[in-house]
């Protein structure tokens, strides 16, 4: 998932690459890095998304040298659209573009299956996103600073992992301003609980 914030966006997803029900890859980074202040987030088919991001930074980086200056977020959105799109038959992917440019500060675009593009304040996809759209509906906020977004991509995806089983491991975090991208990750032990979760290690039995 990813928010923006009055001078950039924070960006957030688990860790966990399923095959059918066998967890293939438990600390996988879905947080792909575009340019130096753009990153994508990616769900779907891993192999289709790594090759389109990889495909996607290449062409930015062509772009990047053409025009002398770094490219804008929604230069960086539009080439995933136009992947997404043209191959949508034979792709599984669903991309969320976040990042931070000098023309429009911080940017989210989200781009599901099928190659829609939109610019959203708070964007989510993959298969733990069913799970916490009332979460997201209830406690977003439109000018959140750079702290609550934080926390509030932090408490989402761990809402995420609680209740998806294809949705596991750590949680990773990413800051991007106008200074550059400030990352981290959150373990499963220090990810936040939630009132019902402390009431059922309370109320459970021990064991013998």
Not at 57 to 74: D, F, N, R, T, W
Not at 117 to 130: A, E
Not at 179 to 189: F, K, M, P, S, Y
């Amino acid at each position: 998932m990813a928010v923006e914030f009055d001078g950039g966006v924070v960006v957030g997803a688990d860790s966990r690459t399923t095959t059918g029900a066998y967890v293939a890859n438990r600390v996988t980074d879905k947080l792909t890095r575009v340019t130096d202040r753009i990153y994508c987030c990616r769900s779907g088919s891993a192999a289709d998304t790594q090759a389109i991001a990889d495909i996607v930074a290449y062409h930015l980086s062509i772009h990047q040298m053409e025009i002398g200056e770094e490219p804008s977020v929604k230069t960086a959105a539009s080439l995933f659209r136009e992947m997404c799109y043209n191959y949508r038959d034979q792709l599984s992917a669903g991309i969320i573009v976040a990042g931070w440019d000098r023309t429009n500060g911080g940017q989210v675009y989200s781009i599901p299956l099928g190659g829609m593009c939109t610019r959203q304040k708070v964007s989510i996809g993959g298969s733990g996103s069913t799970y916490i759209y009332g979460y997201v509906d209830a406690n977003f906020e439109p000018d959140m600073n750079a702290e609550k977004c934080l926390d509030f991509v932090k408490n989402a995806v761990s809402l995420a992992i609680l209740r998806d089983g294809s949705s596991g491991g750590v949680v990773r975090l990413a800051t991007i301003t106008e200074a550059g991208v400030e990352r981290q990750t959150i373990l499963h032990d220090n990810l936040p609980k939630f009132p019902y979760q402390i009431m059922d290690e309370q109320s459970a039995p021990y064991s013998s």
